[in-house]
């Protein structure tokens, strides 16, 4: 036995497998599948970048025999947030993001290259640790807080760039004895990685979106283990998507500049380097310039966002896909009837900077999507999101699903405005509230729009000529509006300029009256459609409350 291999038995007593052990439990996929996966941290919310970024990840694992993984990366207990496995996996599920492998639910998951969550490979580290240690190319570190900063002062004061490294390395060449006695002096350490002394100065990137990038090398001899025995980023992120066979990293930007310690563990571990993609995050405009979407200050950063405001799946992936490939709107508009998965998403037409985020393009992409569903469909969907998330509302729409249907017949391809009011179905009430008799009865009339368009005096007289109109109406009579307000006293823009003393006013300002009385608001949909929606009863009844104004 050499001294890393007996330093290895000192570290790692128990373990007894092999990296020769894992390759056999992990074999290599059959079939040249592409494996991709999300490895989301388990911080009790799911940014849409993430979404954003496990799109691609799915997507390009769309093959017969590909597979998309999620995998749990809970190496940090401090950041960690209980709850968070269900909150993730619930979003998958509901956004119908398909998961072949890894963490499914709460409490389950499916594939053979687990488990899928980090904190549970602790073996499969150590395994890999030990054979680092046998091949010379990691080390316990004993270094305390006071002996880093220690360390970092002198690197001040001598202007070298700081870092633990060649010399400024304490425990680079510590012996096993040494290390044995400290062991037994109850001291805790650290596994470091030994970076090469002949290391290249500089590594090249190929990355799949942006091409060759050359970077300087590591050379830090970087954490491994943490004193706990857990892994750091770096070292889980090479041993799971080595033996969980992934074939393309795609991750955030801010882990490109790892790339080099990366590319060094995976040739220390004899391991094949994946395919890399590092995507750019998504971005807000915000006066003159441009910042990254924020949990903080951002509602629309939280996956569960866009669960809870109902917006429809396809909706969001519609739009999720115009930011992540320049070429996909081109595609969807030649292709509205396919599905979103026969789309070729493509590192080449993909943004090097961040794309711009921006909801008011979700929304119109969204109320375009919601026109095309009939209003059946729209009705269903508008009640299954209330009954989740707004259970008054639910009661509300669940009591008269026939008076929902006819508000959802005031949109779509089969309304007579071809409307689009409809941007998510959380705002339901804010388009169709006021058809409902408590929200008319306490919301206000803006007087000021009222007397603009019907003189204070002439209401009563209106209201009366509205109120025959609709009963004549409901017996047969077939007198039109347009009569009415004729007949009334209304007449065309020109004519009333030239005599205004003639007439009450402009046959607009009657029907805008008629709007008013009956929606409190000079816009929405058709008066056909408003008139049909509320009936005579209901039309009779908020006429009535009109003549106040009047007084
Ligand atoms: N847990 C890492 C993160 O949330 C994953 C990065 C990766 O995909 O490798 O940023």
Redo the contacts with the bound molecule.
């Keep these: 036995m050499n001294n890393y291999e007996r330093m290895a038995e000192l570290l790692f007593p128990n373990i007894n497998k092999t990296n020769q052990d894992l390759e056999k439990i992990y074999p290599i996929r059959k079939n040249n599948p592409t494996v991709t ?5 388990p911080t009790g919310f799911l940014h849409i970048g ?1 979404v954003y ?1 496990a799109l691609i990840n799915r997507s390009l694992a769309s093959g017969e025999n590909d597979v998309f993984m999620l995998r749990l ?1 809970d190496t940090d207990k401090k950041r960690e947030v209980a709850g968070s496995r269900k909150i993730i996996c619930d979003i998958f599920n509901k956004l119908g993001l398909k998961i072949d492998e890894g963490v499914v639910n709460e409490f389950d998951e499916v594939g053979e290259y687990g488990p899928y969550v980090q904190s549970e490979r602790v073996e499969i580290y150590h395994i890999m640790a030990k054979y680092l240690v046998q091949k010379g190319y990691a080390y316990p570190c004993f270094c305390t807080e006071e002996d880093l900063a220690q360390i970092r002062e002198q690197q001040q004061a001598l202007k070298v760039t700081p870092g633990y490294y060649g010399s400024y390395a304490k425990y680079r060449n510590i012996t096993v004895e040494e290390a044995q006695s400290l062991i037994e002096q109850n001291k805790n350490y650290v596994l470091r990685f030994r970076v090469s002394e002949d290391a290249p100065l500089r590594v090249t990137l190929s990355d799949l979106i942006r091409g060759d990038i050359e970077m300087e090398n590591n050379f830090n001899d970087f954490v491994l283990l943490k004193e706990n025995g857990i892994p750091t ?1 770096h070292f889980a ?1 090479a041993c799971d ?1 080595h033996f969980m066979r992934t074939t393309h ?4 930007e ?2 490109m500049a790892s790339f080099p310690i990366h590319k060094q563990l995976f040739e220390a571990l004899d391991f094949a380097l994946p395919l890399y993609a590092h995507v750019a995050p998504v971005m807000k405009q915000e006066g003159e310039s441009r910042r990254k979407l924020s949990k903080r200050k951002d509602p629309e950063a939280n996956a569960e966002f866009y669960l809870q405001e109902g917006y429809p799946n396809k909706a969001l992936f519609v739009y999720l896909y115009t930011l992540i490939n320049s070429n996909f709107e081109e595609w969807y508009l030649a292709n509205k009837d396919a599905s979103l998965n026969d789309f070729k998403i493509s590192f080449d037409n993909m943004q090097l900077s961040g794309a711009l985020y921006d909801l008011s393009k979700l929304n119109s992409i969204s109320s375009e999507i919601i026109y095309e569903y009939d209003e059946e469909e729209n009705t269903t969907n508008v009640i299954n999101w209330a009954q989740e998330f707004n259970q008054e509302l639910y009661n509300r729409l669940n009591n008269d699903r026939d008076f929902v249907l006819k508000l959802m017949k005031t949109q779509g391809k089969n309304s007579m405005e071809h409307r689009k009011d409809l941007t998510h179905y959380g705002a339901f009430m804010d388009i169709f509230g006021i058809f409902y008799d408590d929200v008319f009865a306490s919301s206000q009339m803006p007087l000021d729009t009222l007397y603009e368009n019907i003189k204070k005096e002439d209401l009563k007289t209106i209201i009366d000529g509205f109120k025959n109109y609709f009963n004549s109406l409901k017996s047969g009579e077939e007198i039109t509006l347009k009569d009415l307000a004729k007949e009334l006293g209304y007449t065309d823009k020109k004519k009333f300029a030239k005599n205004p003393e003639m007439y009450r006013g402009v046959v607009f300002q009657f029907y805008k009256a008629l709007r008013l009385l009956l929606t409190h608001s000079e816009h929405g949909i058709s008066m056909d459609d408003v008139i049909s929606v509320l009936g005579h009863d209901r039309i009779m009844e908020r006429l009535e409350k009109g003549y106040q104004y009047g007084e």
């Design positions: 996966r999300f490895a989301p941290s993430g970024t990366e980023y992120h998507d990293v795609i991750r955030g801010e882990w």
